[in-house]
């Protein structure tokens, strides 16, 4: 089960994601990432991972899609920490040969 609420606020608006990030739901969320991003008004667009307890490969396939389209991550905890370094190694990776 995955589950997305929208915060809208002054200066961002927050996608708070909670649950699992697996197939099929990793593709909702870059839908509903790409939906936030219709209208920021000048905002930043921010997903708050904090309380994903499961990350599949098709899900960190969708967080690094997410990162090389500059969307901003927040965490905390070892889990979501450290998948979010293993994400970022992976995108400076592929940077770093194309």
Avoid: Y
């Avoid at 997305?4 to 200066?11: E, F, L, Q, Y």
């Avoid at 509903?32 to 921010?46: H, I, M, P, Q, S």
């Amino acid at each position: 089960m995955l589950k997305i609420s929208v915060v809208d606020g002054r200066n961002e608006r927050r996608l708070v994601v909670e649950g699992k990030l697996v197939a099929p739901w990793a593709a909702e969320m870059k839908n509903a990432c790409e939906n936030a991003k219709a209208d920021l008004g000048g905002r930043e667009l921010v997903v708050d991972i904090r309380n994903l307890s499961v990350i599949s490969q098709e899900g960190e396939n969708t967080l690094l899609g997410l990162m090389r389209e500059g969307v901003t991550f927040r965490c905390c905890g070892v889990f979501t920490k450290e998948i979010l370094k293993h994400v970022a190694r992976r995108l400076h990776a592929n940077g770093a040969h194309s």
